[in-house]
């Protein structure tokens, strides 16, 4: 088994970079089609046969 060095913080830190990179405007348009959609869906078809169920359970 291979021996672990000992390091500080400082000194591990030196490798650790984060790089982000810029969303494309198309993935933002989606998410925002996606939400639409969920609450479309929610109110058209969830909510009324939820008020359904709970007054007649099957």
């Known amino acids: ?3 672990v060095e000992s390091t500080t913080a400082q000194e ?3 490798f650790h970079y984060y790089t982000g990179s810029k969303v ?6 989606l998410w925002v ?3 639409i959609f969920s609450a479309y869906y929610v109110l058209r078809y969830l909510l009324p ?4 169920e ?4 099957p």
């Open 12 to 14: 591990d830190q030196r």
């Open 49 to 52: 046969a939820l008020a359904t």
């Open 33 to 35: 089609i996606f939400w």
């Open 54 to 57: 709970m007054v007649s359970p």
């Open 24 to 29: 494309p405007w198309y993935v933002h348009l």
């Open 1 to 3: 088994m291979a021996q």
